[in-house]
């Protein structure tokens, strides 16, 4: 008797899933050699510079920077620059969260010490 359609459907349905799942317990070099899913490196092209992924950080393919050398070493100093800043910006922030706890443990002393004046005052009335 000829097969149903709706049967080889259902078995193509059951075969792919059978095939996520297996594809699913499996490590990843055994999926590249058992199925073929070999990826190969992550790479992208951004303004003319191709990069690719390797050890979980972007780098630039060897020959692949068309960069001016005197706009590279103005990026440097720049950056030089914004850095020295942000450390002077820092320090400062360090100094001016010091003057702000000395200045509030100053006022919390003088608050307790006008409170110890009024209690005192109270007991001589």
Same mark, same amino acid.
């Given at each position: ?12 349905? =059951?075969?792919?899933? /059978? ?14 050699? $058992? ?18 992924? +390797?050890?979980?950080? /972007? ?22 620059? =914004? $850095? +020295? ?5 820092? =320090?400062?922030?360090?100094?001016? =969260? ?16 006008? $409170? +110890? ?9």
């Amino acid at each position: 008797s000829p097969r149903n359609g709706k049967a080889r459907s259902g078995f193509g349905f =059951l075969l792919k899933h /059978w095939s996520v799942v297996f594809s699913l317990q499996l490590d990843r070099t055994t999926r590249e050699i $058992e199925l073929g899913l070999e990826y190969g490196t992550p790479s992208m092209n951004l303004a003319g510079q191709n990069l690719k992924f +390797e050890n979980g950080q /972007w780098v630039a393919e060897s020959g692949s920077f068309t960069g001016n050398h005197r706009e590279t070493q103005r990026l440097r100093k720049r950056n030089q620059q =914004l $850095e +020295e800043e942000n450390n002077l910006l820092r =320090l400062k922030v360090d100094i001016l =969260l010091d003057m702000l706890a000395e200045t509030t443990a100053e006022s919390h002393l003088l608050d307790r010490e006008l $409170e +110890e004046l009024k209690n005192h005052s109270r007991r001589r009335k």
